[in-house]
């Protein structure tokens, strides 16, 4: 029998080559006894491969490869939990000493933490160096044998022998394992060059000669060492000194600030109370009562009254702060989150399902999301730092992986193909979405499919695909303790300045069962907030979430023209395609709104269904009143996750826990390969209560959508909030809401000047950037909109903050005034001129930045600071119209001179092409021609191939659909124009107006707008 005890995944990064979980089945399939994961400095994959032995019954050993500053690489396995925690610390210490990337702890840190360790000296190494550490570990120290067929192997291991005997150490063999399966060593030779930052052909002895690290079954390594049988035996020594598990782990809550004489519970029960007095003045309806003790009762239980806690203590600040905040997600199911004012939704009024939330017979820990503006989250991060303190308190990592672009061109470099192969590759490698290409893709981007350079490149890309790559900082999520946080997870720096993470995910962490808090940032709050605060300052009304007029008719009438550029959640092309036909009415048609378009009832068929019968032409029925009771809010549909969970326990006869098991196997990531377990008993329990086969396999089709994503009905509410939020603001102060997503760029679908256009059609006087009259944010005059100097390509804000600080009142006198008062650099004064920001004190821009170079110099210690040298007028004349409105685009990204499509108009017009806004008149199944600036390009996994395009031109916005064969006919055009003129039938689905495509050309652009050509759009 044989443990192997020296093993690296991929989670040594760039080393490793083989999944943790690979690894673990490979080692069961072999009949090894145990498997330790050796990775460097690290536990980063370690849950994956727990999780992955505990399923095939597999001892596994908690390990890491240890890098010493001032000593040999030793392999340090976990005996015991004291064990446990001083390797997470040290991992911890190695980490938090050097730059991202690096690690290392001196040998004496890690003699003081020997208790609950043992060590493996996976190498020879100076004996020196070794006596030290192994009289620490005394009994607990062993040398390692390795015979890999490699040049000098016999020499390391009667170099190793002598050490052993030197310092009267035990040894055992191991592999110096680094893929799972021999085949798998081309991948590990490739990860090895994108390491050095080589090709194949140049790496040399960076390689390994041959395949022979690999994990061995354990006859293979008693022949291996034959002459040495007692190092495999003593494997399995080893292994039986290690009995930590990971399941033994315990995650405790801070409990800090609690008034004298409370434990977690009561304090909460205390703050829930007070909150639901201010949730309902009026007072609280026995119905919320029972909600509520149901779920203390629960939290009490579970234990897990330390999380609301730190959750309401982050809301509390925030809210204190005036940074707009709202929790969603399932914790929108929770009356005490309602209470609490961590969500806005309340769930009893709604009937939402606590247990989506929060159930006893599940082991995950619950979720709760709070979003707070994109712009001011750090203070929110910082306030949870400064509080918990860096020991007890770190962001959740993100294990971003290799995909198919980078994938290809990061094989492909290494194989020697040339940059051109590569680029060409990974072009259409974008295209498709992936590395796994059909040779019609590699002939579309010039190369052979059977060329052997292509063929390896591609395989070997597929087979890259999803390793880790680095780790990155998740979102949002906190992970808060009681003690030491290193006790439970090794913590790490982040390459941002002030952030530290731990080395698991949110998959590992909640597989523990070990909670984290969610602390994301929106763009849309961060528009809002910025919108309330313009409309308060500009038209002394005081708005917010809370105060907004509930359901106002002309809200609702607006979002069913599809008029929601801008507007949250709803300004997608599919969004606006659905809202005609859905007509909003009500907040509950806004949540429904919002959870259709989502890959999980697209692909489930429940969008067209529920339009049919929201329309009226499909009757509504429901196989029993239970059913009926669950469905009627959705007309028969099972739209939310809830009702899934639901419909399980009323059709099917499933038990609360099984419906929720349910709920996660069609959300897991492998629901394809979870779900057919669950089909047959879902559709014989419906059977067996009287339900018809038909409906109940209908049914389970239907849930299967959800694994590709779907909302829970808390969630889509939360949304529906901010969308109704936005909407408002659209409709009554389209100015402050123009202003507000202009500051809050980048977010959203549509860029600036797409905003800029749908402001002005609604009736919004927008003026240009003027170092006269801009601040850095756009700003309200006297209802219209003056644009910021922050929309000036390439300024910085200290610049344009130094324009508008401090200006006089009646504007500078002069450029020269402006240079002696800001004391603005030339680069900065010349993107101001050229974007057109000094034409108030020039007269034009051509004379602006004639003016710029004039300047002798524009540094402030100079006698000639801002004086010019010549005051002769610049020689060309003023520009064009042309010339300004692409001067405009350069430098701002919009124009409020002329939309550069109507400078094509009589062009477009030869081309007896239609305008958007003559398209809405244009009667269906018509032959048309429309032409325009492509604005959003989509191609969702949902749609078969299927692009949306939106083209917008003065008059409005065009809807394209370019089938899947036309799109592969002409992707290159489709992809990659600015302007379009397409040609197709006109389709139309009550107000619904798109075009369905036949051919695309780009614009031929005649001799005076050729220069439309230089857009950067």
């Not at 002394?540 to 949250?568: C, N």
Request: aromatic share 6%; net charge neutral; glycine share 8%.
């Amino acid at each position: 029998m044989y443990a192997e005890l020296v093993c690296r995944s991929n989670f040594s990064f760039l080393q490793g080559a083989s999944h943790p979980e690979e690894l673990v089945s490979r080692a069961a399939e072999l009949g090894l006894s145990a498997l330790a994961l050796t990775d460097q400095d690290g536990l980063y994959g370690v849950v994956k491969a727990y999780l992955q032995a505990r399923a095939l019954g597999l001892k596994l050993l908690v390990a890491s490869r240890l890098t010493l500053t001032d000593g040999p690489e030793v392999v340090a396995l976990v005996q015991d939990a004291r064990g446990y925690g001083h390797l997470c610390a040290l991992i911890s210490a190695g980490r938090l000493a050097h730059p991202k990337g690096q690690a290392g702890v001196p040998w004496q840190a890690l003699a003081e933490r020997a208790e609950g360790l043992l060590l493996v000296l996976p190498a020879p190494a100076d004996k020196a160096q070794v006596a030290p550490l192994a009289e620490a570990f005394a009994g607990r120290f062993y040398v390692g044998l390795c015979r890999t067929f490699s040049a000098g192997d016999e020499a390391r291991l009667q170099q190793a022998l002598a050490l052993a005997r030197g310092l009267g150490l035990p040894c055992c063999a191991h592999n110096d394992v680094h893929t799972h399966v021999r085949e798998r060593q081309p991948l590990q030779d490739v990860l090895a060059c994108i390491r050095h930052g080589v090709s194949v052909a140049e790496a040399g002895f960076r390689l390994f000669p041959n395949a022979e690290r690999t994990l061995k079954g354990p006859l293979e390594m008693a022949r291996l060492f034959q002459d040495l049988p007692e190092a495999v035996g003593r494997t399995l020594e080893v292994a039986d000194a290690c009995q930590f598990s990971l399941d033994s782990l315990r995650y405790q809550f801070p409990q800090e600030d609690l008034p004298a004489g409370h434990t977690p519970q009561s304090w909460l029960a205390v703050l829930v109370e007070e909150g639901l007095q201010g949730r309902y003045p009026g007072g609280v309806s026995e119905a919320v009562r029972r909600q509520i003790a149901h779920e203390l009762a629960l939290i009490d239980r579970l234990q897990v009254a330390g999380y609301f806690l730190a959750l309401h203590d982050i809301v509390r600040f925030a809210r204190a702060r005036g940074i707009l905040c709202q929790g969603r997600g399932s914790a929108a199911n929770s009356a005490v989150c309602y209470a609490l004012r961590i969500t806005a939704i309340d769930p009893v009024r709604m009937g939402l399902l606590f247990e989506r939330f929060l159930s006893l017979e599940r082991p995950e820990p619950p979720d709760i999301d709070v979003d707070f503006e994109h712009e001011r989250r750090e203070e929110v991060l910082q306030y949870v730092y400064k509080k918990h303190g860096r020991g007890r308190a770190g962001m959740v990592c993100e294990v971003i992986c290799y995909r198919g672009r980078l994938a290809v061109r990061e094989v492909g470099k290494v194989l020697g193909l040339s940059l051109d192969q590569v680029d060409r590759l990974a072009r259409v490698t974008e295209m498709s979405g992936s590395s796994t290409l059909q040779p019609a893709d590699v002939q579309q981007a010039g190369l052979r499919p059977e060329d052997r350079g292509v063929e390896q490149t591609l395989a070997l890309a597929s087979a890259l695909e999803g390793f880790p790559r680095h780790l990155s900082i998740h979102v949002g999520g906190f992970v808060i303790t009681h003690g030491e946080l290193s006790d439970i997870v090794p913590v790490e720096n982040a390459a941002m300045a002030e952030r530290t993470v731990v080395q698991w995910d949110k998959d590992d962490l909640a597989a523990l069962g070990i909670f984290k808090v969610d602390l994301l940032g929106l763009g849309m709050l961060t528009a809002l907030s910025r919108g309330f605060q313009l409309v308060e300052k500009h038209e002394g009304k005081h708005l917010s979430l809370a105060t907004l007029p509930p359901e106002d008719p002309e809200v609702y009438e607006m979002l069913g023209r599809a008029d929601a550029v801008g507007v949250f959640q709803v300004e997608s092309r599919a969004q606006m395609n659905l809202l005609p036909r859905l007509r909003p009415r009500s907040f509950y048609d806004l949540t429904i709104e919002i959870a259709l378009i989502r890959p999980g009832p697209i692909l489930g068929d429940m969008v067209h269904p529920f339009l049919r019968r929201r329309e009226g032409l499909e009757d509504v029925t429901y196989p029993s009143e239970e059913v009926k009771a669950i469905l009627e809010k959705t007309l028969g549909i099972p739209l939310f996750q809830e009702q899934a969970m639901r419909l399980a326990v009323t059709a099917a006869g499933f038990g609360q826990a099984d419906a929720d098991a349910l709920r996660r196997a069609l959300t897991h990531k492998r629901a394809s390969a979870l779900l057919p377990s669950w089909r047959a008993r879902f559709i014989e329990g419906c059977v067996g209560r009287g339900y018809s086969r038909a409906y109940a396999e209908r049914c389970f089709e239907q849930f299967k959508g959800f694994s590709h994503y779907g909302f829970p009905e808390s969630h889509s509410a939360s949304f529906a909030l901010i969308a109704y939020a936005s909407a408002y603001l659209k409709r009554y102060h389209p100015a402050a809401f123009a202003a507000a997503l202009l500051n809050s760029q980048p977010m959203g679908f549509y860029a600036p000047h797409t905003l800029v256009e749908d402001a002005r059609r609604h009736g919004v006087a927008v003026r240009a950037v003027d170092v006269q009259h801009s601040d850095w944010d756009c700003t309200l005059e006297a209802g219209a909109l003056r644009l910021g100097l922050r929309e000036v390509r390439g300024l910085r804000k200290a610049h344009g903050e130094a324009v508008a600080t401090g200006r006089p009142a009646g504007g500078d006198a002069d450029l020269r005034a402006l240079v002696r008062r800001t004391g603005l650099p030339r680069g900065a004064l010349v993107r101001l001129a050229r974007a057109g920001a000094l034409d108030g004190l020039c007269g034009d821009r051509r004379q602006a930045a004639w003016e710029v170079q004039a300047l002798a110099t524009t540094d402030k210690g100079d006698l000639f600071h801002g004086e010019p040298l010549d005051t002769s007028p610049q020689p060309g004349g003023a520009a064009s119209l042309l010339e300004r409105v692409v001067e405009d685009y350069r430098h701002t990204g919009l124009s409020l001179e002329r939309h550069p499509v109507a400078l094509l108009r009589e062009a477009l017009a030869a081309r007896r092409a239609l305008s958007a806004a003559e398209l809405q008149h244009a009667p269906h199944r018509a032959r048309v021609r429309v032409g325009g600036l492509v604005t959003c390009r989509q191609r969702p996994p949902t749609a078969k191939g299927v692009a949306f395009l939106t083209l917008e031109d003065e008059t409005g916005m065009a809807n394209l659909v370019v089938p899947s064969k036309t799109f592969e006919r002409q992707r290159p055009v489709v992809l990659g124009a600015a302007f379009l003129l397409a040609e197709g039938r006109v389709e139309r689905t009550g107000q619904v107006v798109n075009v369905q495509v036949s051919r695309v050309f780009p614009l031929a652009l005649h001799a005076p707008s050729r220069q439309l050509a230089l857009l950067d759009l």
